[in-house]
């Protein structure tokens, strides 16, 4: 009984050790790209500069503290008061500033809400990013299980070729067809070898295609699952987009940009005033001195700068505009295009599919009608094709259609890791802009600002 158990426990040991690794799915692949896009870490890197804008804006509502130390050495030769001078004096001056700006018109109000929509209009842009990048994933997944399942029907047609050969070889021994229809099949055999060698070529494109937008070759690759659902009808996918497409959004950024940017040069043709306090000392006669008051300042001419500076917001403020139109635009035909070639892509594989049938059975049956000396080894050879053609269309029409469904969610503004719900772990835009917004001292901050950087993995 111990020597059975034993065997019994080893047994499922090897066994546990021989079972096959399992299969990498569309999920893995796409939560690979995301965490090693380094478009991605580029761009949220882009993200935190923005965020820093906003602190620099804020900056400005706080007073400037300065100092300067001063060292000098002068030689004095001079007589007064019927006493001669002579010699090196060594003097040392410290002076310590203070400035506060007090009223501005909304000059620095203008900088903060800009730099703030600027934060907004980025992280619109990485949504962006985020999308190109898990359809590449998508792309490169589908590419890969589409070469594979046609060398696989390469490799089918070369060894069915191989036997047609046998057969019209078996058949030329006895006299029952001629030489030319050998040759006919060892014309069809290299050109199939040649197309399989095509398909491997093809496979090992897309492979590179793989590791370029998840970080690793493919291993395994499971079956594709179900497509998203992405609505019924185009009008509807078209509401859904005019409402979270991060272009769109962006461009609605831009143009608030584009009018607080007018204000600011508006602001700038106003005068503004600070608060200045300065304390200096020098060991010259030991003086001391301090100073406050306040300090109004404008700009009455400048050689037409600040009226060009206004006039190009105003330039830029309708361009803005007119982006943001165009970019409707722009989304609307790429949403269209995306839906048509659906349509077409699920006609394709209806089409294709009854083309397989009917092939199959024409092959079927001039191969029957060949045994029976009816028909030729060309005609064997060509229905052969043709239904080789049909499977091959059929299957890049449906690799086709389930690229072509993620293309009409990226259209939507839907193809993010959220939507998509792969339960992972995101980069988290507030976290970093919460933790700078106020211009904080890295003195009071710093720890924080460093789990932050930390988490983020940089």
Not at 18 to 31: K, N, Q, V, W, Y
Not at 166 to 189: H, M, Y
Not at 365 to 390: K, Y
Request: hydrophobic share 45%.
């Amino acid at each position: 009984m111990r020597m059975w158990l034993k065997a019994l426990v080893l047994g499922s040991a090897s066994l546990t050790m021989t079972l096959p690794a399992a299969a990498e799915t569309l999920a893995d692949a796409l939560t690979a790209a995301y965490r090693n896009s380094h478009l991605l870490d580029q761009n949220e890197a882009v993200l935190r500069a923005a965020d820093e804008d906003v602190a620099v804006a804020v900056s400005s509502l706080r007073p400037v503290v300065s100092y300067v130390v001063n060292w000098g050495k002068s030689y004095a030769n001079y007589t007064t008061a019927g006493v001669h001078v002579s010699g090196d004096t060594l003097a040392t001056s410290v002076s310590l500033s203070l400035d506060l700006m007090v009223f501005d018109f909304g000059r620095t109000k203008a900088q903060i809400a800009i730099a703030e929509e600027s934060v907004k209009a980025t992280r619109q842009a990485l949504v962006g990013v985020e999308q190109d990048v898990l359809l590449a994933a998508v792309q490169a997944y589908v590419d890969v299980k589409l070469a594979e399942e046609i060398v696989a029907l390469r490799q089918s047609n070369v060894r069915l070729i191989t036997q047609e050969l046998r057969a019209a070889q078996d058949r030329f021994e006895v006299g029952e067809i001629t030489r030319t229809d050998v040759s006919i099949a060892e014309a069809r055999l290299a050109a199939s070898r040649a197309s399989l060698a095509a398909a491997e070529g093809t496979l090992m494109v897309a492979r590179e295609s793989y590791k370029a937008a998840t970080g690793a070759y493919p291993g395994r690759l499971a079956a594709l699952p179900p497509s998203p659902k992405i609505g019924k009808t185009i009008d509807e996918a078209r509401s859904v987009a005019m409402k979270t497409h991060p272009a769109i959004r962006q461009a609605q950024h831009q143009v608030t940009i584009a009018d607080r940017s007018v204000e600011l040069a508006e602001a700038s043709m106003k005068p503004s005033i600070g608060l200045g306090v300065s304390i200096s000392n020098t060991t010259v006669q030991d003086r001391f001195s301090a100073d406050a008051g306040l300090q109004m300042s404008q700009t009455l001419y400048a050689g037409g700068k600040l009226s060009a500076l206004y006039r190009k917001s105003l330039a830029q403020k309708e361009g803005a505009r007119s982006a943001l139109k165009q970019t409707v635009v722009q989304i609307e035909q790429n949403l269209g295009n995306a839906w048509a070639n659906l349509a077409v892509y699920g006609a394709s594989i209806k089409a294709t599919t009854a083309q397989i049938e009917a092939a199959q059975s024409a092959f079927d049956g001039v191969r029957e009608e060949a045994s029976l000396g009816a028909r030729t080894t060309l005609d064997v050879l060509d229905a052969e094709q043709e239904l080789l053609d049909a499977r091959a269309s059929r299957l890049e029409a449906e690799a086709n259609r389930y690229v072509a469904v993620y293309r009409v969610l990226a259209a939507m503004g839907l193809l993010t890791v959220d939507h998509l719900k792969l339960g992972i772990p995101t980069y988290d835009p507030d976290a970093y802009y919460d933790a700078v917004k106020r211009a904080p001292a890295t003195s009071s901050r710093g720890k924080k600002l460093d789990a932050i950087m930390e988490k983020v993995g940089r």
